[in-house]
């Protein structure tokens, strides 16, 4: 297990220190009225706080107000906040859903650092509300110290919500109390198209309760349909004191937009106004980019998704964007596709920051599995295999061009995570059992969803030599969380041995599978 080394703050005594910042979130229960009706009183950050893209010097902190409001961050060593720190934020109002941003730098590395975010009336800076607190680890500067993250998806997908009955999204208080340095979030974090009703009956007859909101009753289509689906989820408590506690490294999916969606398709479904993919995905994308802090969706970093976050001399995490960038859902039996499912550009911009990487390890965070076939209709597919196992055709050939790229630059430490198919499992593939040969074996391993429908197991792909030493997956589809256990992935990187073990985790804490990986190895 990872432990915390600034000044003594370890995972343990960190989880008896936040009794006092849960208690600041024990918030009460929120208004979805519009900010300008709540114009009377001090500022409120009623929607907590988040912290994103965290190294070892910075981070990007997160608040959403309940009006205008200059945003004041204050940061220090401990809860006292002695000595504290005073970060000046933005004004932040309508245009970004009174959502602000504050970006902090200089700070110590492999650090316990204790926050809270104030938010001032704009023309009277003495009027403030309540602070909202939280504390993040910035990434370790040396190499001897652990590293331990999760990784999951798929929030709120096919109508599970919000479940009082069943504490909510209460997988998060299960990962929070495993005190993760970060959280990887694979993608789907709403469901745009997927509405939340009131209830849903099960099988066996049980009822299926939701929080609901006005957004949330159907498909989401205009730009503030799309801030309310982000929106809903931090209606949870458990997800808001997670992220006062867990930084998080966010990517997205489809169903930020629309299923199984790609530029320039024209949607056929009679729930949508609106049928221009285009149009709808520019509008998520923009909710997106004020709900989560992400350093390269600031104005100045040329809006993209698809980045890399260095998290001290051990790891490097390669966000990927499948989604923005590539071509249209087909058969995928293409024998020429420059274009692929990253698109060329972003195809470069990989090959070139992985030759870069000094990292020990080289997480690939892909919102798309690799061998596993995924369908779109009777015909097309929706990621990479298409089920031929043959040499690479289609999408596939952007694929064996970055593999073959891993094996002769000689980067070495490469793993594929990813969520997307609501089940969890471990694909281990290898040249000498692919048609596809010129590439050395790697590791991609799948978890969740987090709250959403569990779904039956897909066929793999021989071309790049799949086996499949663990899966876990219903026998039908869409069974709730009440029938089937979310999952969540958890990696530890050791600071002594430089190992990586990868553990498949179900809601309940139980470890389905566990794999060691050793380091200095290409590919792996």
């Known amino acids: 297990m990872a432990q915390g080394s600034g000044g003594g703050f370890g995972r343990r005594s960190l989880l008896q220190g936040t009794a006092a910042g849960s208690a600041a979130l024990a918030l009460p229960v929120l208004s979805c009225a519009a900010p300008s009706q709540a114009r009377g009183g001090r500022p409120s950050a009623d929607w907590g706080v988040q912290v994103g893209d965290v190294t070892t010097s910075s981070g990007l902190v997160w608040v959403r107000s309940n009006r205008p409001a200059r945003m004041v961050v204050q940061t220090a060593a401990t809860e006292s906040f002695r000595n504290a720190r005073t970060w000046r934020g933005p004004v932040i109002g309508a245009g970004t859903d009174f959502t602000g941003v504050t970006s902090l730098h200089g700070l110590p590395p492999g650090e316990q650092v204790h926050y809270r975010v104030l938010l001032a009336d704009p023309d009277d800076p003495r009027r403030t509300g309540e602070p909202v607190s939280g504390t993040f680890r910035t990434a370790p500067a040396h190499r001897r110290e652990d590293v331990r993250f999760h990784w999951s998806g798929d929030l709120a997908g096919q109508g599970w919500g919000i479940n009082p009955d069943r504490g909510g999204y209460r997988i998060y208080e299960e990962m929070r109390r495993r005190n993760p340095d970060f959280f990887l979030c694979s993608g789907d974090n709403i469901y745009a198209d997927n509405p939340i009703t009131e209830k849903v009956t099960l099988p066996d007859g049980r009822i299926w309760r939701n929080v609901t909101t006005e957004e949330k009753a159907k498909v989401a289509e205009t730009l503030a349909e799309f801030r309310g689906a982000f929106r809903y989820n931090l209606l949870d408590d458990n997800l808001r004191r997670f992220n006062a506690q867990v930084p998080t490294i966010t990517q997205w999916d489809d169903h930020e937009v629309h ?6 398709q024209l949607l056929d479904d009679d729930r949508y106004t609106e049928k221009d993919a285009d149009v709808l995905s520019a509008r998520s994308l923009r909710a997106f980019s004020e709900y989560f802090p992400i350093r390269t969706l600031r104005p100045d970093e040329g809006g993209r998704v698809y980045r890399v976050v260095h998290h001290g001399p051990l790891l490097d995490v390669f966000v990927l964007d499948m989604r923005r960038y590539r071509n249209a859902n087909s058969p995928g039996r293409q024998t020429d596709d420059q274009q692929g499912i990253l698109g060329a550009e972003q195809l470069r911009w990989l090959k070139r920051e992985l030759s870069r990487s000094q990292a020990v390890w080289k997480v690939i965070a892909s919102d798309m599995p690799l061998g596993l076939v995924v369908p779109d209709g009777k015909t097309n597919f929706e990621a990479v295999a298409q089920g031929d196992p043959g040499a690479p055709l289609g999408r596939e050939l952007q694929l064996a061009e970055l593999l073959r790229h891993i094996k002769h630059a000689r980067i070495t ?31 991609e391993f799948v978890s969740g969803p987090l709250n959403a429908g569990g779904f039956q197991a897909l066929k793999l792909d021989g071309t790049f030599g799949p086996t499949q030493p663990f899966i876990k997956a219903p026998d039908r589809a869409n069974t709730s969380p009440a029938e089937t256990p979310q ?37 792996q």
């Not at 793993?415 to 059992?433: C, F, G, M, N």
């Open 413 to 443: 430490g490469t793993v594929w995570l990813t969520t997307d198919v609501h089940y969890t499992s471990a694909q281990h593939y290898a040249p000498e059992r692919a048609a596809f040969k010129d590439f050395e074996p790697f590791w």
């Open 487 to 523: 999952n969540f992935g958890e990696i530890d990187i050791d600071g002594g041995s430089g190992e990586l073990t990868v553990r498949l985790r179900q809601e309940g804490g139980e470890v389905l599978f566990s794999k060691v990986l050793q380091p200095g190895r290409v590919g």
């Open 259 to 264: 299923n199984n969606w790609y530029p320039g």
